[in-house]
């Protein structure tokens, strides 16, 4: 009995020595595994305190590139700032500029339009004082063809009517018969050339036969001076005398060529009666040629002067009419003022821009505004 309790209390010993041995080795299992998972969550935090570590310096840099970008930005914002007030101070000079242009090619236009106008009225203005002074047809017509080409380089509208008048005037100059002077001028230079070859008048007699020549004091008398008959019955040219009676002959058909010129009828008709008169004196009557040259001078002395020419003057009374239209309907429509500052020319906006809390600007320059320009007229001008 004693000895079976003894085996069991060894028994039960033992038991307990192997539970508790068991258990001690659980726990240093488990001591082992901690220990082993110590070392791997403090490895893990070594390397997480590494990372936030670097995390930390790379957030200093990402700060420091920060703060350097917030500088370079503000420095843009101002270098933006500058560059907008230049862009818009040159946005004004631009407009200025464009202004100026704007009335300098706007003055060109109107002084060019002006000096064909003025081209035009002059060689109009001319052409009438040449026919109706000179009585140059002509001059006239050339005068209004060179006029009608510079009406056609006017682009103006409203002086496109003035080209039905010009053309008609054109027209009426085209139409007018051949000056009559001319004719006469021409059948006159005929006679001239005509007087050379024809016999002189056979006398028949000393040329020195004179009146009262016969006595002793006509015959003193006749080498100081000649006294003869001047009636057409008794009219004769001595021989010592031919030359001069020639030369006097010229020139009475020249002054009847004068006279004709200068439409003078009086002293035409004079002159051709003299010549008639000196060429039957100075040539043989009984020629052919002498006779058909008195009949010429006879004939030509009836005939007039005068010449039918056209009263001009319609286009330029048009073109004043319409140039001084011109210039009150621009007196109308020009302002009362002129002065840029008194006719409110608006500047464009400016604008200062204001950095957000980004540092970004916040406004956008205003469109400069349209200016209007309008050359003002000047006084006693066309436009």
Known sequence: MTRTRGWLWAAVASGCLALLAAWIWQQQSTLRELEQSRNEWRSEADALAARVESMHRQLETLRSDSRALDDRLKNLTQTHRVMRDELLAATERAASIEDAVARLSDERMRGDLMLRLNEVESLLLAGGQRLRLAQDLDGAKLAYALAAQVLDSVEDPLYASLREPLASERALLDSVSTDPVNEIRHRLQQVLAQLEPLPLRDRGGSDAAVLGGETWLGQALSKVLTVRRLDAASLRVPRDAQPAARLLLTQQIERAITAAERRDEATFRDALAAA????????????????????????????????????????????????????????????????????????????????????????????????????????????
């Open 276 to 383: 008639a008169a000196l060429a039957d004196a100075l040539f043989d009557p009984a020629d052919s040629g002498v006779q058909a040259v008195i009949v010429e001078l006879d004939t030509l002395s009836q005939q007039g002067l005068a010449w039918q020419l056209p009263s001009l003057g319609a286009s330029l009374t048009e073109l004043r009419a319409l140039r001084g239209a011109r210039q009150v309907l621009q007196s109308n429509l020009s302002p009362p003022t002129a002065t840029k500052a008194e006719a409110g020319v608006a500047s464009p906006e400016v604008r200062t821009p204001d950095a957000d809390s980004n540092g970004a600007a916040s406004a956008s320059p205003a469109p400069p505004a349209e200016l209007s320009v309008e050359a003002e007229v000047p006084a006693g001008g066309e436009q």
